[in-house]
């Protein structure tokens, strides 16, 4: 309704770039994928086009086109096919509706049809007023407010296009949007996917007229040291294919092309993020989220879903499961990205609070227990990830005087491997495992030397330093202060 109002009195300005909106018209489709298959429905993008370079505004673009899926997924029963298909007119006119003919060097023509029910051909000339709803109990089981079709339609006539409709009822519905193709706005690909190239190393399939079906896998990425890396954790090559453009200058990125191959590979990476698509063959994202929010290794992790259902029920069920955040197919770059960047901060807020009341080499070694330090955000994550760090300290505390402990026997109890309890710990503290015991045992060395009457060679032996000299040089990289000189 305000975009609407904002059309209306002119006040809506477009956000156009110039790059190619084949790959971009591919990936919203291929958002739908899944939500289709939910419902039974085939749902194929069909072009000859290996590419289109153009001046356009990809969220409007996506909004325009959203919406005619959304429709036509909707009114389509079981069975049923949804085609998008993209094409490209030679030099023509444009007229929109209040306005004389555009001239124009070429068309750009998305086609949006469906088997569906149909539109009665007494509404054909209402369904992009406001608020009009075709009236007959088919259609009133997936009603919405109404409005749609008519943001869609002031939408294109911003963009200097027309939207037009042929229906039969029983038979299917086709919506076409015919776009001019201006050349004019600077390069700037926001994001969006590179143009398709047919000599290898390209980052997108080679173009086919039906795409779907098809099983590209991307080249593994390069991970560049300091980064975070994030696990993509989605089945469809096309979405893969758009987010790994969008992220693979900030993140490192790995992909996932199911849920169980999402958990080994998040069990074996440990990564900072994952971001993960809800329906998918062999295990759902609803299932992956149950298998790693309830595992020590990666119940730490922040995890992204992405769905085209974008239901509240849905949403409650993934935020109910544990999912730290919850983003509707097809989503906005600025969206994600934002997204992405609360959930580091999140982290941040997370790792600081917890470095902060278990730095052994600070306070007391039991002083972590009571220690008010201020909650980040979420509680529930903190109450978590404090159960796993209580029961390290635990197991640290009952080893801590014996020489021999050190990093291997932590993991062996713990059921971890290096890796993996190296990054959780570092995510959790910012500390590793090895400082963690051995700031552990300098916090109790001084509480001894504090206390006690005990020789400096006798605490070193008590808090598991067979080396007198390991201990005292140890003892001062931490507190900058020989043993000696906590009694002067």
């Not at 296009?161 to 201006?182: D, N």
Request: hydrophobic share 40%.
């Amino acid at each position: 309704m305000l975009d609407l109002s904002k059309l209306e009195d002119r006040s809506f300005k477009l956000n156009l770039r110039h790059g190619d909106i084949v790959p971009f018209l591919r990936y919203v489709t291929e958002s739908f994928q899944s939500l289709a298959n939910s419902r039974n429905l085939s749902l194929r993008f069909f072009t000859t086009l290996e590419n289109l370079e153009m001046d356009f505004d990809p969220e409007q673009v996506q909004q325009v086109v959203s919406n005619l899926l959304s429709n036509a997924l909707k009114f389509t029963p079981s069975s049923g096919e949804v085609r998008v298909g993209v094409m490209n007119e030679g030099r023509g006119m444009i007229g929109t509706a209040g306005s004389s003919l555009i001239p124009h060097s070429s068309s750009l023509i998305i086609t949006v049809s469906d088997t569906g029910i149909g539109i009665p051909e007494a509404d054909l000339p209402h369904v992009f007023d406001r608020f009009y709803q075709v009236d007959g109990s088919s259609t009133r089981a997936g009603e919405g407010t109404g409005i749609g079709l008519a943001h869609a339609l002031e939408l294109v006539k911003l963009m200097g296009g027309e939207i037009r409709v042929e229906s039969e009822l029983g038979a299917g519905t086709t919506f076409t949007v015919v776009l001019p193709v201006r050349k004019k706005a600077m390069i700037d690909l926001l994001g969006l996917p590179p143009t398709p190239s047919r000599g290898g190393g390209g980052s997108l399939p080679p173009t086919s007229t039906e795409s779907g079906g098809n099983v590209w896998s991307p080249p593994p990425s390069e991970g560049v040291g300091g980064r975070h890396q994030i696990l993509l954790i989605e089945d469809n090559p096309d979405v893969v294919t758009y987010l790994r453009t969008i992220l693979q200058d900030s993140y490192e990125i790995s992909i996932a092309y199911n849920g169980r191959i999402g958990i080994e590979k998040a069990l074996e990476l440990i990564p900072d993020l994952i971001i993960s698509d809800v329906m998918m063959p062999e295990m759902d994202g609803y299932q992956l989220l149950d298998a790693l929010k309830h595992d020590d290794r990666t119940s730490h992790i922040p995890i992204i879903l992405l769905t085209a259902k974008a239901d509240a029920s849905s949403k409650i069920a993934g935020l109910r499961r544990g999912a730290d955040a919850y983003l509707s197919k097809p989503f906005q770059k600025a969206e994600l990205l934002a997204t992405l960047e609360m959930m580091l901060e999140n982290k941040r807020r997370l790792a600081a609070h917890f470095s902060k009341k278990y730095d052994f080499a600070q306070h007391l070694a039991k002083s972590g227990d009571g220690e008010k330090t201020g909650l980040p955000p979420d509680a529930e994550a903190v109450l978590v990830e404090d159960a796993f760090l209580q029961k390290l300290r635990q197991i640290v505390e009952a080893n801590y005087a014996d020489e021999a402990f050190a990093l291997p026997q932590l993991c062996n109890t713990l059921s971890m491997s290096r890796s993996q309890l190296f990054r959780k710990l570092k995510a959790l503290t910012d500390v590793s495992p090895s400082d963690f015991i051995r700031n552990y045992r300098m916090a109790q060395a001084k509480l001894l030397l504090e206390t006690t009457q005990l020789a400096v060679k006798e605490v070193a032996w008590q808090v598991g330093f067979k080396e007198l000299s390991h201990f005292s040089k140890t003892f001062l990289e931490t507190y900058g202060m020989s043993p000696s000189a906590v009694r002067k």
